[in-house]
T-cell receptor, first 113, second 110 residues
Framework: NAGVTQTPKFQVLKTGQSMTLQCAQD?????MSWYRQDPGMGLRLIHY???????DQGEVPNGYNVSRSTTEDFPLRLLSAAPSQTSVYFC????????????FGNGTRLTVT | GEDVEQSLFLSVREGDSSVINCTYT??????LYWYKQEPGAGLQLLTY?????DMKQDQRLTVLLNKKDKHLSLRIADTQTGDSAIYFCAERDYGQNFVFGPGTRLSVLP
């Protein structure tokens, strides 16, 4: 029972490099989202998707792109990494509607130098 | 916009009860959640409560909701060292998105 799987667990980038954080879930959840976690600031929503082919911006979308070509996968792309994007990134999914809670991956710790 | 607030730190002695408090601003919140995060891990759901409930109990956990004051609390009875973690309060509105508080770091002292 894999749940939400994020790769890689750790990544170091130089300023200006690009990369993709991978997220996959095997629970057939319609809703998927990306958060970043910074000390004392909780989790801030970057982008989210309510189904394949549908994405929307969250609170802090600048510098990030997403796509949702399948129900299972929701990759997050950093176009040109900046030190301000040093953070821990979490992918989460949920069945659509009702009180269904979010299921989280274990996170990707990204450092941009 | 929506906002969720929590105190950042709480220390308790092993065996005592812990009470972690949370306030939120969105009156349309339908569900409120408590998550636990251990070091280096993702967030794990502890419990959640629908906004038409006042209280929910699950073993050592008791959630109290005061909808009039928009105040949510999580009580952990007989706190153990394994309860040391960061606890996040979160709300979900009709728009499906979740809003998280900054997290309360609970330290359990022997």
């Amino acid at each position: 029972n894999a749940g939400v799987t994020q790769t890689p667990k750790f990544q170091v980038l130089k300023t200006g490099q690009s990369m993709t954080l991978q997220c996959a879930q095997d629970m057939n959840h319609e809703y998927m989202s990306w958060y970043r976690q910074d000390p004392g600031m909780g989790l801030r929503l970057i982008h989210y998707s309510v189904g394949a082919g549908i994405t929307d911006q969250g609170e802090v979308p600048n510098g990030y792109n997403v796509s949702r070509s399948t129900t299972e996968d929701f990759p997050l792309r950093l176009l040109s990494a900046a030190p301000s994007q040093t953070s821990v990134y979490f992918c989460a999914s949920s069945p659509e509607g009702g009180g269904s809670p979010l299921h989280f991956g274990n996170g990707t710790r990204l450092t941009v130098t | 916009g929506e906002d969720v607030e929590q105190s950042l730190f709480l220390s308790v002695r092993e065996g005592d009860s812990s009470v972690i408090n949370c306030t939120y601003t969105d009156s349309s919140s339908t569900y409120l959640y408590w998550y636990k995060q251990e070091p280096g891990a993702g967030l794990q759901l502890l419990t959640y409560i629908f906004s038409n409930m006042d209280m929910k109990q699950d073993q050592r956990l008791t959630v109290l909701l005061n909808k009039k004051d928009k105040h949510l609390s999580l009580r952990i009875a007989d706190t153990q060292t394994g309860d040391s973690a960061i606890y996040f309060c979160a709300e979900r509105d009709y728009g499906q998105n979740f809003v998280f508080g900054p997290g309360t770091r609970l330290s359990v002292l022997p």
